[in-house]
């Protein structure tokens, strides 16, 4: 049960790092039993929160979350990775187990910048963002990650009290409606128009590129995003909630996309 009345102020520090617009953190952290747990983070940035390899929170300003279902007996692993504004950009986070807080943002927490990210092309309006699989932060959030060399992070502020919070709901996948095959990709219709990530399972070459633009309602097309392959079973998921009815995947022939399993997570938490 989240008890969002009673907490008012984080104990820890905000804290950030990193030179990147994308910058992920870790911090493991042990719990002596298993028992009911709620995560509090803010942010003027956009992030999402993974426990144990499972994203539990996504969002911006204060939110707060039960990941009482995540949390194990022993070793466990706290991921986020932010989306910064400014480079300044930062969070606080707590978990709070029966009253008591067991994990606080502070220095402990260790910190990369996310070299998968890259913005490519912008109108003055909007940006797409390139994603390469080949990036080493590939998979940080999964406990076994090794993030040897990681950077401790920097103290950007005092603990903050803050005001109400909102709870972060996770997102609902949904499978397209119809799926086409077009002469250098698939196109892929959900019907109506939809919020949420973009989920695409591929796998090609190395160094293979296939290129994902959402169409929202009438014709419009965004940016597209660049998605460079490792050569193995690789996975795109967008970082960022867009408004979606129609997807178009531009690739090559040495590129298999499993159409049967991309899904759009829909959100109830729109951001424009």
């Given at each position: 049960?989240?008890?969002?009345?009673?907490?008012?102020?984080?104990?820890?520090?905000?804290?950030?790092?990193?030179?990147?617009?994308?910058?992920?953190?870790?911090?493991?952290?042990?719990?002596?039993?298993?028992?009911?747990?709620?995560?509090?983070?803010?942010?003027?940035?956009?992030?999402?929160?993974?426990?144990?390899?499972?994203?539990?929170?996504?969002?911006?300003?204060?939110?707060?979350?039960?990941?009482?279902?995540?949390?194990?007996?022993?070793?466990?692993?706290?991921?986020?990775?932010?989306?910064?504004?400014?480079?300044?950009?930062?969070f606080c986070l707590e978990i709070v187990s029966g009253g008591k807080?067991?994990?606080?943002?502070?220095?402990?927490?260790?910190?990369?910048?996310?070299?998968?990210?890259?913005?490519?092309?912008?109108?003055?309006?909007?940006?797409?963002?390139?994603?390469?699989?080949?990036?080493?932060?590939?998979?940080?959030?999964?406990?076994?990650?090794?993030?040897?060399?990681?950077?401790?992070?920097?103290?950007?502020?005092?603990?903050?009290?803050?005001?109400?919070?909102?709870?972060?709901?996770?997102?609902?996948?949904?499978?397209?409606?119809?799926?086409?095959?077009?002469?250098?990709?698939?196109?892929?219709?959900?019907?109506?128009?939809?919020?949420?990530?973009?989920?695409?399972?591929?796998?090609?070459?190395?160094?293979?590129?296939?290129?994902?633009?959402?169409?929202?309602?009438?014709?419009?097309?965004?940016?597209?995003?660049?998605?460079?392959?490792?050569?193995?079973?690789?996975?795109?998921?967008?970082?960022?909630?867009?408004?979606?009815?129609?997807?178009?995947?531009?690739?090559?022939?040495?590129?298999?996309?499993?159409?049967?399993?991309?899904?759009?997570?829909?959100?109830?938490?729109?951001?424009?």
């Amino acid at each position: 049960m989240i008890m969002k009345s009673s907490f008012v102020k984080f104990n820890g520090s905000l804290i950030g790092g990193g030179n990147s617009i994308h910058t992920v953190f870790r911090r493991v952290f042990d719990l002596d039993e298993a028992a009911d747990c709620s995560c509090f983070i803010y942010t003027p940035g956009y992030f999402k929160l993974y426990i144990n390899g499972f994203m539990v929170a996504f969002g911006s300003g204060n939110i707060c979350c039960d990941i009482s279902d995540y949390i194990m007996p022993g070793e466990n692993t706290a991921a986020l990775h932010l989306q910064k504004n400014i480079p300044d950009d930062g969070f606080c986070l707590e978990i709070v187990s029966g009253g008591k807080s067991i994990l606080k943002s502070d220095q402990s927490f260790l910190f990369a910048d996310h070299e998968g990210y890259s913005i490519t092309s912008t109108d003055g309006k909007e940006f797409a963002e390139s994603y390469d699989s080949n990036a080493p932060q590939i998979g940080f959030e999964l406990c076994f990650f090794d993030d040897t060399g990681w950077q401790h992070a920097e103290i950007k502020g005092l603990p903050y009290t803050v005001g109400e919070f909102t709870e972060s709901k996770l997102p609902s996948p949904v499978k397209p409606r119809k799926v086409g095959k077009q002469k250098n990709g698939s196109e892929l219709d959900f019907g109506s128009l939809k919020h949420g990530f973009l989920y695409v399972p591929a796998k090609g070459n190395k160094g293979d590129i296939i290129k994902i633009s959402c169409i929202a309602e009438g014709n419009h097309k965004s940016l597209p995003e660049v998605w460079t392959l490792s050569g193995g079973d690789d996975e795109f998921c967008l970082f960022t909630e867009k408004s979606v009815r129609c997807v178009l995947l531009e690739y090559g022939s040495s590129v298999t996309v499993d159409t049967e399993y991309v899904r759009l997570l829909v959100t109830d938490q729109a951001r424009s």
